[in-house]
């Protein structure tokens, strides 16, 4: 597996080595050792989800103000623009943001750890989007920060074609200067 860093250092990109022929592939997604040495910290995983979204779905920013999750996100089926924005007050990349494609051809994986808040969009017909936690869903905690807030100034690739979906959740979350911070 190869890790790449992203313009906030605790967010980071992996690439899993994918092994293919005319049979089809093998890749493993997860390991352990692996990822805690690439990721330099002891991470353990207490719940996977998977979500399924059309195309223009547009689900974030969330995060959990206690029990905050770490998330290795990835998709296994389409394309999605994924996004991380840095929660944690006292963080030099405060308020930034680091935003990815991610592909089922790609098998590319997308680290998020706790502290940060998290969204994706979905750019492909329909998307399958799996992700591993490091705390379990606590919904009195969870926290919405608006999709398109100024100060964040998230560059989705949104265009007349592709108009974002959105939940009642997400239409009605908080500017970022009035969320809770970590």
Known sequence: ??????????????????????????????????????????????QDNHSRSS???????????????????????????????DMR????????????????????????????AHGFLVLSDTADFLYKTTNYYAPEHDRSVLWNDKTIGIEWPISDSLQPTLSDKDRNAVEFNQADYF
């Open 55 to 85: 195309k223009g779905v547009l689900r974030g920013l969330h995060y959990q103000i206690r029990q905050p999750q770490g998330k290795l996100v990835r998709v296994t089926a389409g394309k999605v623009y994924d996004v991380a924005v």
């Open 89 to 116: 007050r006292d963080s030099p990349s405060f308020g930034q943001w680091a935003g990815t494609i991610l592909t089922a051809e790609g098998q590319e994986q997308f680290w998020v750890p706790e502290g940060f």
């Open 1 to 46: 597996m190869q890790v790449f860093n992203t313009n906030l250092p605790d967010v980071k990109l992996l690439k899993p080595k994918k092994f293919g022929d005319e049979r089809g592939f093998f890749l493993e997604s997860y390991n352990k050792k692996v990822f805690d040495d690439l990721i330099g910290m002891n991470v353990d995983f207490v």
